[in-house]
């Protein structure tokens, strides 16, 4: 069974930069897929950005050109680096794992969670 758990979330005023990262433990597959994910709330969860098996990263469109999606040699951490803050970026931000979905940015394609990290931005 894979496990995840996130760290690096906080507080932060717009414009200002984060990096979260996800350790993944257990059974690491190297054609797995990860994404991130957030949820505000009373908000639907929102795909943020994807890195496919081969390396491969996508993004949801409100996050283009700010965030980042990396992951590690060995694919045992997951990272986002997150860049000119905005308030509306205010979430709790999960990632997530499974063997590559073809709806890569959609919460149901993936099976493993972790419990999520709180970002908060301030304007």
């Known amino acids: 069974e894979v496990k995840l758990v996130e760290s690096g979330g906080g507080s932060v005023q717009a414009g200002g930069s984060l990096r979260l990262s996800c350790s993944v433990k257990?059974?690491?597959?190297?054609?797995?897929?990860y994404a991130w994910f957030r949820q505000a709330p009373g908000k639907e969860r929102e795909g943020v950005a994807h890195i496919d098996s081969d390396g491969t990263t996508s993004y949801g469109d409100s996050v283009k050109g700010r965030f980042a999606i990396s992951a590690s040699d060995a694919r045992d951490t997951l990272y986002l680096q997150m860049n000119n803050l905005k308030a509306e970026d205010t979430a709790m931000y999960y990632c997530?794992?499974?063997?590559?979905?073809?709806?890569?940015?959609?919460?149901?394609?993936?099976?493993?969670w972790g419990q999520g990290t709180q970002v908060t931005v301030s304007s």
């Open positions: 257990g059974y690491t597959y190297s054609l797995y897929c």
């Open positions: 997530a794992a499974d063997i590559c979905p073809v709806a890569i940015l959609t919460p149901s394609s993936y099976g493993y």
